[in-house]
């Protein structure tokens, strides 16, 4: 099946830092990546939906100048949590699509603890 | 994106069939039935999706009602490993291919 990598798969940092996480499709050529992220038991919640080659478009509530989203290939996308305080300790989880009627295909997340 | 409704936790005897039902009463009729799985930790594993027609693969069967408004994900022989989260998903489709999760089914599978 198609394979999504997900780097890094954990991070732990200090208030102020900001994090890149990335994305990428290792056998398929993904038209579009979405962003997750996803609180202790609870599900996962969409972010941003990521076009290669375009801006981004942002879920309601989610700030698009704390949550940058980078998509300059068909394979890869990045996601940097600027300026991270303890609040955005999350799990966040990308996924890859890349052809119509066929399903996501997800990362295996990323664990951020800011201290 | 059509919104679905799962019971939150079933239990299933290991070697059993486990039967997780799903109602999506609102799909329109060009979005999927998506059905995935996360464990602990982990990213979401695809199991199966189909848009009118049962399907079956390796790892499950999908029955979906004729009216569409609900389906049925089968794992056949539940083993200790199927122990997971299971989401149903309606959507993938208005072109922006966007999924939204509901809360699942937590599934135990009981030696």
């Known amino acids: 099946g198609a394979v999504v990598s997900q780097h890094p798969s954990r991070v732990i940092c200090k208030s102020g830092t900001s994090v890149k996480i990335e994305c990428r499709s290792l056998?398929?050529?993904?038209?579009?990546m979405f962003w997750y992220r996803q609180f202790p038991k609870q599900s996962l919640m969409l972010m941003a939906t990521?076009?290669?080659?375009?801006?981004?478009?942002?879920e309601q509530g989610v700030e698009k100048d704390k949550f940058l989203i980078n998509h300059a290939s068909l394979t890869l996308s990045t996601l940097t949590v600027t300026s991270a305080h303890p609040e955005d300790s999350s799990f966040y989880i990308c996924?890859?699509?890349?052809?119509?009627?066929?399903?996501?295909?997800f990362g295996d997340g990323t664990r951020l603890s800011i201290l | 994106d059509a919104k679905t409704t799962q019971p939150p936790s079933m239990d299933c005897a290991e070697g059993r069939a486990a039967n997780l039902p799903c109602n999506h009463s609102?799909?329109?009729?060009?979005?999927?039935v998506y059905w995935y799985r996360q464990i602990h930790s982990q990213g979401p594993q695809y199991i199966i999706h189909?848009?009118?027609n049962n399907e079956t693969n390796e790892m499950a069967s999908l029955i979906i009602t004729e009216d569409r408004k609900s389906s049925t994900l089968i794992l056949p022989h539940a083993t200790l490993r199927d122990t997971a989260v299971y989401y149903c998903?309606?959507?993938?489709?208005?072109?922006?291919?966007?999924?939204?999760f509901g809360t699942g089914t937590r599934l135990k599978v009981l030696a």
């Open positions: 990521s076009n290669e080659g375009s801006k981004a478009t942002y």
């Open positions: 996924s890859a699509w890349g052809d119509s009627n066929q399903p996501q295909h």
């Open positions: 056998d398929f050529q993904a038209t579009t």
């Open positions: 189909g848009l009118k």
């Open positions: 998903i309606a959507g993938g489709a208005s072109g922006t291919y966007k999924y939204i």
């Open positions: 609102t799909i329109s009729g060009n979005e999927y």
